[in-house]
Structure formats: C-alpha cells, structure tokens
C-alpha cells in the first residue's frame, strides 16, 4: 500500500529488496522501533537518520523509505527522491488517513496562530468534540495538554498522523493545526487535507531559514494545495502578501476591519477586558462580545468565526460562542494587578511586539513599562526592527535575553540595542534580573509587559531547556516587594 502511494505520488526510484513487506507500523525514530515497522529516514539539516537505518534494522523494523541506499542494513529499502514528502504520504497511508474522519483546519501565518487555532477549536467545540495542535501541544477537548505533544509549532508527519488517529478513534469531531512556515516547507503536513485554511498575516521572520520573504511567503501559500476538494480558504483581507495567493478557482472567505471583506468588524468598542463590536457579513451581522482586548485579537476572531461558517455555523452561533472564549495561554495573559497591571504575551516580532503595545498604550493610564530580548539561533534582521517597534511606544526599556539558545547572549543583546537609535533602556543579559528590575520601577497606573516567551516555562540556554515561569518569578518578585498578585 505505501509503495503504491509513493508511485502514485512520483517519488521511487528504486526498489532495494523484495517489494511484499508486511508493515505492522511506522516511525521516524530509532529509538521507538518496534519490530515489523517502516522506518522512514531522510537527511535533515541537523542529523541524517540514514546513519541510523542500519541500527533500526538489527532491532527488527521490516523495511525502510530511504534518500540514499543504506547496504549495511540488511533490510528492504524503498529509495525516494524526497525523504521528507515520502515519510509525510507513508505515515498517512499506514494510519488510515485519519483527517478524513475529522473536520480539520489548518492555520499559517506568522502571528495570531495559536490565538486563531484555540478560538476555532472553541467554536468547534459547539459541533462536537474539538481538539487543536500547535505550539502548545495537543490541546485536548476539554482544554488540557497532552503529555509529552509540546516542542514544535507543528511536529513530525508520524506524531501528526497519529495523534489525528487517536483523536478520531476517541470521538473528536475536528481538529485545528498550526501550520509553521518550517513544516511546510519542510512538508511535514503533505498527508494531510484540510477544510479550511487559515491565512493571518505575513510579516518579518524566519529569514535565517528561509533566506528572503519571497521563499517565506512561498512555504506558507504551500498550505493552499492541502486544502480538500471543497475546501475554503479563510484570508485576511488588511494583509497585502496575501493578495498573491494563487486562489483562482477556489473557495474563499476574507475577513477584515478597515478593508472590504467578507466577514467584517464593524462600531468597535474596545474596553479594559474586552471588545464589543457588529461582525457583518453578506448573509446578515450580529453583535459579539468577545472577553479579549486589541484588535489583532479582532482579527484573530474573525479568522476563527471564517472557519465557523465554512463549518456550517450561523453568525448567532459563532457570537454565542465567542463570548465566553478562555484565556489564551501567554498570550495577554494577565498575570498580576496589584499594586500595578503585569501581563505575558509571546510576541517575538517587530509586528507582534508593536501592536500589542499600540494596543496597551490607550488602556495604561501611568507608564508601560516592557521588558523583552531575541531568540538565538533565529533571524537576526528581525532584532533591531524590534528594538525600533518597542522604544516607539515603550517609557521604560528593558532588554534582556529571551532563549539565546546556543548564540552568546551579550551577542544578542547588542544586535538589539542597534536598533534603539539613542532611546533609553536598560540591559541586563539574566532575564529573572530584568524582571525584577522592571518590577521594582512600578507603580500604580503602570503596565509591564514581559514579551517573548508567551506560554513557555522554560527558557532554552545552550541545548538545555531549564525551568523558566514567568508567572512564578512574577508572584516570587512581587512577595519580596510586599504585593499581592
């Protein structure tokens, strides 16, 4: 059955070894090889599993899907000219292509997907059991993580196709994926078919791997040929990459504030914990309460509402369930409010770094105080312009370190500070320290936003992940200074 899927698809060469196998699996890793499996192994930009076919052989695995014949593994080897695609088409093939059974959606862009993921899969949730699959993990129906699922925005083809077929064994009725630009590019998400599709926006990022916007752009229009025969494509009209999506011929939804769209938000009244305003559409308009502040967080609600209605939701329904949507994990999450406002958000873009603070400048009555750093081993172009986005809004700077992974982190640090152009701030390479420091120059009336890290509780130092919560260092900082959160 593989055989002919990957035939089908283009991609063997040739056949090394008797082509009648029984598979009783699939994997990716050697280190969960069990007898009777496909091992599935391409080069990839940090290990080549071709050095460990032959390991994989001796512990009992039938045959293996190969770039390159691999002779001191005595085993069948189907030779592929795409590793990567093989591996995504072989994992489905052998789990039952279990996106069939689901309702799935998938969500790219380069903010607001974890955001639009958790709000689709609340609306979801209202036609059955409803899971989602992203930078948090595998967010079950009732909201919990499942163990062991978090690390990557979008994981390996194996882990997608099994978890899509445990979910649809255990009853859920549809599933939300983030679709990284990585694992796009990297077709970690090819056996998939989605109903709907989700472009958010396109802005700086990633450039250390995909070199210039244009391939950037490429990886993410990518997720438009995953799409099911009568899939939709939900895209957010204010974005202008977006408007060279190869969409002729298929079916879409646009959504939008200031622009023309399908889906509108119209007579916005923005509050302290939330967002009253009329989503308009062709086929009438109904007014939401949505529990969120900040008009990306607008956005993000209009692209889930997108999914709702290709889902085969009405407007009422959407809105019903858009009022009572939960916290999203690190993304403005309130985290202290007293004696002064601290709040954790991921944003670890110039875009996202700007309109989360254009959006806390109105509601701050004292100062906004922010507190943020870079990732390591990442786009560096992106640093200065982050630098630029924060001391446009910010009063008081704190630049820190974010997960300098295996980059110096004073390195890092002064990529940033370039970008300050003469404004003030503050630096200080232990982020705890930063934290504190920018704790201590809080009074009431004032907002510290500690920005970059979101949901993680860890923070990644060399090759380590050490612990690393923000809330608790929070709650800790603020019992020294006497202040309950």
Same mark, same amino acid.
């Given at each position: ?32 090889? @069990? ?5 599935? /192994? ?6 080549? +599993? ?35 695609? +093989? ?12 996106? %069939?059974? *689901?309702?799935?959606?998938?969500? !790219?862009?380069?903010?607001? #997907? ?87 926006? &396109?802005? @700086? ?14 990886? #993410? ?6 799409? #099911?025969?009568?899939?939709? %494509? ?8 977006? #408007? ?15 622009? $023309?769209?399908?889906?509108?938000? =119209?007579?916005?009244? $923005? ?8 989503? /308009? ?40 369930? *858009? ?23 991921? %944003?670890?873009?110039?875009? /996202? &770094? ?19 750093? /870079? ?8 640093? $200065? ?6 001391? @446009?809004?910010?009063? *008081?700077?704190?630049? !820190?370190?974010?997960?300098?992974? !295996? ?16 404004? $003030? ?15 201590? @120059?809080?009074?009431?009336?004032? *907002? ?15 090759? =380590? ?9 929070? =709650? ?7 202040? %309950?959160?």
């Amino acid at each position: 059955v593989v055989t002919a899927a990957l035939e089908v698809a283009g991609l063997i060469e040739v056949i090394h070894g008797s082509n009648d196998v029984e598979i009783s699996g699939v994997t990716q890793d050697s280190r969960t090889v @069990q007898p009777g499996n496909l091992f599935l /192994a391409w080069r990839g930009s940090a290990l080549d +599993a071709h050095d460990f076919v032959a390991q994989a052989a001796e512990m009992g695995v039938a045959a293996a899907v190969v770039e390159r014949y691999v002779p001191e593994a005595e085993i069948p080897q189907i030779q592929v000219s795409d590793g990567r695609l +093989a591996a995504a088409l072989a994992a489905d093939v052998m789990l039952g292509s279990p996106w %069939a059974e *689901l309702f799935t959606v998938g969500v !790219t862009g380069t903010n607001g #997907k974890t955001t639009t993921a958790l709000l689709a899969q609340h609306l979801l949730g209202s036609r059955g059991a409803a899971a989602a699959l992203g930078t948090l993990g595998l967010v079950e129906p009732d909201g919990s993580v499942r163990e062991g699922t978090g690390g990557l925005t979008t994981p390996g083809p194996v882990a997608i196709s099994t978890w899509l077929a445990d979910l649809a064994e255990e009853g859920a009725k549809s599933v939300t994926v983030e679709a990284s630009s990585h694992a796009l590019d990297q077709r970690r998400l090819d056996g998939v078919r989605f109903d709907a599709v989700v472009f958010t926006n &396109l802005s @700086q990022d990633h450039l250390d791997y995909h070199t210039d916007m244009a391939a950037y752009f490429e990886a #993410k229009s990518h997720l438009l040929n995953l799409m #099911k025969t009568k899939g939709c %494509a939900v895209i957010n009209a204010a974005d202008a990459h977006w #408007k060279n999506l190869p969409v002729e011929g298929r079916n879409t939804v646009t959504y939008g504030i200031d622009e $023309p769209a399908d889906l509108r938000a =119209e007579m916005i009244e $923005p509050g302290p914990s939330g967002t009253r305003f009329r989503m /308009a559409s062709p086929s009438g308009e109904v007014d939401v309460d949505l529990p969120l502040i900040g008009r990306f967080n607008i956005e993000n609600c209009l692209a889930a509402a997108g999914v709702g209605t290709v889902s085969g939701m009405s407007l009422d329904a959407v809105a019903d369930r *858009l009022a009572s949507v939960p916290q999203i994990p690190g993304r403005l999450e309130v985290v202290a409010r007293r004696p002064f406002t601290v709040v954790i958000d991921f %944003a670890h873009t110039p875009d /996202a &770094l700007r309109g989360v603070l254009t959006m806390m400048r109105p509601l701050t009555s004292g100062r906004l105080i922010v507190v943020f750093g /870079a990732g390591g081993d990442r786009d560096r172009g992106k640093r $200065p312009e982050m630098a630029r986005a924060v001391a @446009q809004v910010a009063d *008081l700077v704190v630049i !820190t370190s974010d997960n300098p992974r !295996t980059e110096d982190p004073e390195s890092i640090i002064d990529d940033i500070v370039s970008g300050m152009n003469g404004s $003030p701030f503050e630096r200080m390479g232990d982020r705890r320290e930063a934290i504190g420091y920018a704790l201590a @120059q809080g009074r009431a009336g004032d *907002l510290v936003l500690l920005a970059g890290k979101g949901h993680e509780r860890y923070q990644v130092v060399g090759t =380590e992940r050490q612990p690393f919560d923000e809330r608790l260092i929070v =709650e800790e900082q603020l019992g020294r200074m006497g202040e %309950a959160v």
